[in-house]
C-alpha cells in the first residue's frame, strides 16, 4: 500500500514561491491544482443549481483522472504529498476530492493538522461523527 499525504502548507500558497522554497532544501513541486484544483474553468464540473463544484462530475473527467493516474505513478518512486491550505481536511475539496479518487485505489491517506497532529481517514471521519478512537471502525 501507498502512502499520500495532505498536508496545510501554512502561508505559502503561491506556486512558485513554493517551488523556490522547496528547491533549497531538495524537494521537488509539481502543480496539479489545474487538473486537480476545486474551482475548474470547465462550467459542467459545477451543480447548474448551486453553481456549487460537482465533485462527482470533476471526477469523470479526462483531464482529473490524468492527474490523479500522475500521483499513482509517482508513487510508486516518490513520496507525494498533496498540499493544502485548509486546516480541516472533513471540508477540504483535497480530501473530498482528490483523496476519495486516491482512496478508491487504496492509497492510505494521512493528514497533518494545523497542531502537527497525524491523522487517519478514520481518526478524521470518527471525529466528524463525535465517535470515540475506540468506537467502531470502518468500513461500517
Same mark, same amino acid.
Not at 533549497?24 to 474551482?39: A, C, E, M, N, S
Not at 481536511?89 to 478508491?104: I, K, M, Q, Y
Given at each position: 500500500?501507498?502512502?499520500?499525504?495532505?498536508? !496545510? $502548507?501554512?502561508?505559502?500558497? #503561491? $506556486? =512558485?514561491?513554493?517551488?523556490?522554497? %522547496?528547491?533549497? !532544501?531538495?524537494? /521537488?513541486?509539481?502543480?496539479? @491544482?489545474?487538473?486537480?484544483?476545486?474551482?475548474?474553468?470547465?462550467?459542467?464540473?459545477? #451543480?447548474?443549481?448551486?453553481?456549487?463544484?460537482?465533485? /462527482?462530475?470533476?471526477?469523470?473527467?479526462?483531464?482529473? /483522472? =490524468? &492527474?490523479?493516474?500522475?500521483? %499513482?505513478? @509517482?508513487?510508486?518512486?516518490?513520496?507525494?504529498?498533496?498540499?493544502? +491550505?485548509?486546516?480541516?481536511?472533513?471540508?477540504? =475539496?483535497?480530501? *473530498? *476530492?482528490? &483523496?476519495?479518487?486516491?482512496?478508491?485505489? &487504496?492509497?492510505?491517506?494521512? =493528514?497533518?493538522? &494545523?497542531?502537527? /497532529?497525524?491523522?487517519?481517514?478514520?481518526?478524521?471521519?470518527?471525529?466528524? +461523527? @463525535?465517535?470515540?478512537? #475506540?468506537?467502531?471502525? %470502518?468500513?461500517?
Amino acid at each position: 500500500m501507498y502512502e499520500v499525504i495532505l498536508v !496545510v $502548507p501554512g502561508p505559502y500558497t #503561491n $506556486p =512558485h514561491d513554493l517551488e523556490q522554497i %522547496l528547491k533549497v !532544501v531538495g524537494i /521537488q513541486y509539481l502543480y496539479l @491544482g489545474d487538473v486537480l484544483g476545486g474551482r475548474p474553468g470547465d462550467p459542467d464540473c459545477y #451543480n447548474p443549481q448551486t453553481g456549487k463544484p460537482d465533485y /462527482q462530475s470533476m471526477q469523470s473527467k479526462e483531464s482529473f /483522472q =490524468h &492527474g490523479i493516474s500522475r500521483l %499513482l505513478e @509517482g508513487l510508486k518512486k516518490y513520496r507525494i504529498c498533496v498540499m493544502c +491550505a485548509e486546516e480541516d481536511p472533513s471540508s477540504c =475539496h483535497r480530501n *473530498l *476530492l482528490v &483523496g476519495e479518487s486516491l482512496r478508491r485505489e &487504496g492509497v492510505q491517506i494521512l =493528514h497533518i493538522r &494545523g497542531s502537527g /497532529q497525524i491523522q487517519t481517514y478514520e481518526e478524521l471521519w470518527k471525529e466528524r +461523527a @463525535g465517535v470515540g478512537i #475506540n468506537q467502531l471502525s %470502518l468500513p461500517l
